[in-house]
């Protein structure tokens, strides 16, 4: 993975709103499908709902550990988790674990971490998260609109 060097200054403040947006659109649509969906795939080649909920929680540990400086703490592969309630709370568990990361001063934005064996920015690492996230919710909104559901970013008041 290259090392993408975000303007010098770069702000994890200025990033903070599009996590929490995306946050807030994964969460109210993992929510929102019925469990009998969970199960739901496409095609028979990709994800089903519920395993891409469960990946989105993987993901917050794997890219908000090295901001935090540490290494994750998540030891359970929540692909394979399939109850609704269960992936519900380990989505807003790995969450509540990453909002820790975009409380990282901004002083410390440009700072290098390891990421996927290479060195990133703390700044870059948190906008991939962003876009990994927003990777994904495109993927939930395919799936909510194939079972005729409005997804949470197009409900009126979002």
Same mark, same amino acid.
């Given at each position: 993975?290259?090392?993408?060097?975000?303007?010098?200054?770069?702000?994890?403040?200025?990033?903070?709103?599009?996590?929490?947006?995306?946050?807030?659109?994964?969460?109210?649509?993992?929510?929102?499908?019925?469990?009998?969906?969970?199960?739901?795939?496409?095609?028979?080649?990709?994800?089903?709902?519920?395993?891409?909920?469960?990946?989105?929680? %993987?993901?917050?540990?794997?890219?908000?550990?090295?901001?935090?400086?540490?290494?994750?703490? %998540? &030891?359970?592969?929540?692909?394979?988790?399939?109850?609704?309630? @269960?992936?519900?709370?380990?989505? %807003?568990?790995?969450? +509540?674990?990453? @909002?820790?990361?975009?409380?990282?001063?901004?002083? &410390?934005?440009? @700072?290098?971490? @390891?990421?996927?064996?290479?060195?990133?920015?703390?700044?870059?690492?948190?906008?991939?998260?962003? +876009?990994?996230?927003?990777?994904?919710?495109? %993927?939930?909104?395919?799936?909510?609109?194939?079972?005729?559901?409005?997804?949470?970013?197009?409900?009126?008041?979002?």
């Amino acid at each position: 993975m290259p090392s993408v060097a975000l303007a010098q200054g770069g702000s994890i403040t200025a990033i903070k709103p599009l996590y929490e947006q995306s946050k807030g659109w994964i969460t109210k649509a993992a929510q929102q499908m019925d469990e009998s969906n969970y199960s739901f795939k496409p095609t028979p080649e990709v994800r089903s709902f519920g395993q891409i909920i469960g990946h989105l929680a %993987n993901s917050q540990y794997e890219f908000c550990a090295p901001v935090k400086g540490e290494a994750s703490p %998540n &030891k359970t592969d929540f692909e394979k988790t399939t109850a609704k309630a @269960d992936l519900i709370k380990a989505l %807003n568990d790995a969450f +509540a674990y990453c @909002d820790a990361a975009f409380q990282t001063p901004d002083s &410390k934005a440009m @700072d290098q971490v @390891d990421f996927f064996g290479s060195k990133s920015s703390r700044l870059y690492v948190l906008a991939y998260e962003v +876009a990994h996230n927003n990777e994904h919710y495109g %993927n939930i909104v395919t799936y909510m609109r194939l079972k005729g559901m409005v997804p949470p970013s197009s409900q009126r008041g979002m």
